[in-house]
C-alpha cells in the first residue's frame, strides 16, 4: 500500500506570500516599538534608557509597562489592518503611530492629574509605590488606544 502525498498547487506561493508577510509586520512591529520606546524617552523626565541601565526598579517598572502597552497597540493595529498586505501594513504603521502618541499624551496627563513627581521617581534607587500607578496608567492605556484601533 502506498501513500501519496502531493501539495495543492501554488502551495510553494502561498506559503512564500505568508513569510514574506510576516518579516514585513515583523519589521513594522519593530519600528513602532522602537518609536514607542522613544516616545515615552522623550516624554519621561530623565534618561529613561540610561536610568534603566543603571538598574532603578522604578524606570524599569514603568519601562517594561510601557513596552508592553505598546505591544499591545501594535498588535492591534496589525490585527485591525485586514485585506491585501501593503494596505495593511500602511494601516498597522498609521493606527499604531496614533495610537502611540495618544497613549504617551495620556499617561502623561494622569501624572500631573495625580500629582505624581515621575521625574524623582524614575531617578530613586529604592522602589517607589507610586510608580505603579504610572505603569497601571501605561498598560490600562495601551489597552484602551489598542482597542479604539478595532
Known amino acids: 500500500m502506498t ?15 505568508g513569510v ?11 519600528v513602532l516599538m522602537l518609536v514607542g520606546f522613544y516616545a515615552i524617552d522623550l516624554t519621561t523626565p530623565g534618561h529613561l534608557r540610561q536610568l534603566v541601565r543603571e538598574g532603578k526598579p522604578n524606570a524599569i517598572v514603568v519601562t517594561a509597562a510601557g513596552m508592553l502597552s505598546m505591544a499591545f497597540i501594535v498588535v492591534l493595529a496589525i490585527f ?8 495593511g501594513l500602511i494601516a498597522s504603521l498609521i493606527f499604531g503611530l496614533v495610537g502611540i502618541i495618544a497613549q504617551v499624551i ?13 521625574g524623582a521617581a524614575l531617578h530613586s534607587e529604592a522602589y517607589t509605590p507610586a510608580v505603579l500607578v504610572v505603569a497601571a496608567a501605561h498598560f490600562a492605556l495601551g489597552l484602551v488606544v489598542a482597542f479604539a484601533i478595532l
Not at 80 to 87: D, F, M, Q, R, T
Not at 106 to 118: C, H, Q, T
Open 3 to 17: 501513500a501519496a502525498v502531493a501539495l495543492e498547487s501554488g502551495y510553494w506561493s502561498s506559503l512564500g506570500e
Open 20 to 30: 514574506g508577510a510576516i518579516l514585513l509586520y515583523a519589521l513594522v512591529g519593530l
Open 80 to 87: 485591525a489592518a485586514s485585506g491585501k498586505l501593503l494596505e
Open 106 to 118: 495620556s499617561v502623561r496627563v494622569i501624572e500631573k492629574a495625580l500629582g505624581i513627581d515621575i
